[in-house]
């Protein structure tokens, strides 16, 4: 299994400001993701944070809006920039060592809330 | 366009009874099946999974059955305790790349 811790827990923010989130795994993976999950949805992938390239974006997120850093195989942050209330979520990381059948595991999840 | 659905969006069940939260997908090239349960405030946590080549796998209280035919997989829990009461979610896989596709989730609560 893999613990994923995740930074901060929650926050409340102003409108048109940015926050960073925090990912650390406890051990190495291969794969990492970033995960929304807005109120009474489901949970929409964001995008697979890359070690050592660009993350890979799903359609209707972009580099721009949500940037994605992974510097090395435990740990990657996710910002979410200019932030509207339409923002307000829950952004949860997630693992994976790379295996077809291997879990998926979640960190504990940032809920942010935008004014 | 919502790949996994779970059409139930709560369940309410007696202590001791038998729960089964249902998911149907839409995609034939799934081929990886898990389950998670979420609590409030908590990220989702593993439950148990399946693969395409099974119709049936057990872990305790929890087993997950799979349809492929209709696909529609189920997670039935037996017997049914307090601590169950949280949000199920399934989620899908397949055979050709690595994201998940989840679904909307059930809300479980079991009654003492």
């Known amino acids: 299994s893999a613990v994923i811790s995740q930074k901060p827990s929650r926050d409340i923010c102003q409108r048109g400001t940015s926050l960073t989130i925090q990912c650390q795994v406890d051990?190495?993976?291969?794969?990492m993701f970033w995960y929304r999950q807005q109120p009474g949805q489901s949970l929409t992938l964001i995008a697979t944070?890359?070690?050592?390239?660009?993350?890979?974006?799903e359609s209707g997120f972009v580099i721009d809006k949500f940037p994605i850093s992974r510097p090395n195989l435990t740990f990657s942050t996710l910002t979410v920039s200019n932030m509207s209330p339409e923002d307000s979520s829950i952004y949860l990381c997630?693992?994976?060592?790379?295996?077809?059948?291997?879990?998926?595991?979640f960190g504990p999840g940032t809920r942010l809330t935008v004014l | 366009d919502q790949q996994v659905k779970q059409n139930s969006p709560s369940l309410s069940v007696q202590e001791g009874r038998i729960s089964i939260l249902n998911c149907d997908y839409t995609?034939?090239?799934?081929?990886?099946f898990l389950w998670y349960k979420k609590y409030p405030a908590e990220g989702p946590t593993f439950l148990i999974s399946?693969?395409?080549?099974?119709d049936k796998n057990e872990d305790g209280r929890f087993t997950v059955f799979l349809n492929k035919s209709a696909k529609h997989l189920s997670l039935h829990i037996v017997p049914s305790q307090p601590g169950d009461s949280a949000v199920y979610f399934c989620?899908?896989?397949?055979?050709?790349?690595?994201?998940?596709?989840f679904g909307t989730g059930t809300s479980l609560t079991v009654i003492p």
């Open positions: 944070a890359n070690q050592g390239s660009e993350a890979t974006y």
């Open positions: 399946i693969s395409s080549i099974k």
């Open positions: 995609n034939s090239m799934f081929d990886y």
């Open positions: 989620a899908a896989r397949a055979n050709t790349g690595n994201q998940f596709y």
């Open positions: 997630s693992a994976n060592r790379g295996g077809h059948t291997d879990t998926q595991y």
């Open positions: 051990s190495q993976v291969t794969m």
